[in-house]
């Protein structure tokens, strides 16, 4: 009773998705057989080893930036206070030109926190491609060998069967072929 009601549900689903195509192509004996699996995409970008390591290896050059930001923020605090010394005893024209000197020093803090950002950004988008073409290729071995007419992410499916659920397969085949992912940032050495 359970297995009818799914593949009721799972085809009247289908049938809003695809239109009258479907009912058509049960009708038909020489075609297709309609095989999916589901795929937990998330699980498998939050789970795998390269992603694992992608996350650790950004957020080590996270780290190593936020302390390189630090020392330039400790050493601006103290050119501040040096300023603010200085405007007290009145050296208007020195001061002035200090002044000027640590505005620019800051704005190119500024603007090397944003470009380091940037780059993190794309870093890390370029890593995730990389995980997720590599993921692409392993659902299209998957596929081909069973012969699937259709994979869906499981955040859009309601109810399936366990049987159709490919994840722990695709995660393991990923763990295996992509181990890890070179995470590339240029201009930054680790």
């Known amino acids: 009773m359970k297995t009818m009601t799914i593949k ?5 689903f289908l049938v809003i998705l695809f239109g009258t195509q479907i009912i058509h192509a ?3 004996n020489s075609a297709k057989p309609l095989k999916i699996a589901i795929l937990d995409f998330n699980r498998v970008l939050q789970e795998s080893n390269a992603a694992i390591e992608v996350r650790k290896e950004i957020d080590g050059y996270r780290a190593q930036f936020q302390d390189e930001i630090q020392k330039i ?22 001061i002035e030109s200090k002044r000027s000197d640590f505005e620019k020093r800051v704005s190119e803090v500024q603007e090397k926190t944003t470009e380091r950002s940037s780059q993190l950004g794309k870093a890390l988008d370029d890593a995730f491609n990389t995980i997720q073409e590599k993921i692409k290729e392993i659902l299209i071995e998957i596929s081909e060998r069973d012969h699937l007419t259709m994979v869906f992410p499981k955040s859009v499916v309601i109810l399936h069967e366990p049987d159709v659920e490919i994840t722990q397969e695709v995660l393991t085949k990923l763990n295996t ?5 070179k995470v590339v940032i240029p201009g930054i050495s680790k």
């Open 26 to 28: 049960e009708k038909d």
């Open 73 to 94: 923020e400790d050493q601006l605090r103290d050119l501040e206070k040096t300023l603010q010394t200085e405007a007290q005893k009145k050296l208007s024209q020195e």
């Open 177 to 181: 072929v992509l181990p890890k992912v």
């Open 8 to 12: 009721t549900i799972l085809r009247a």
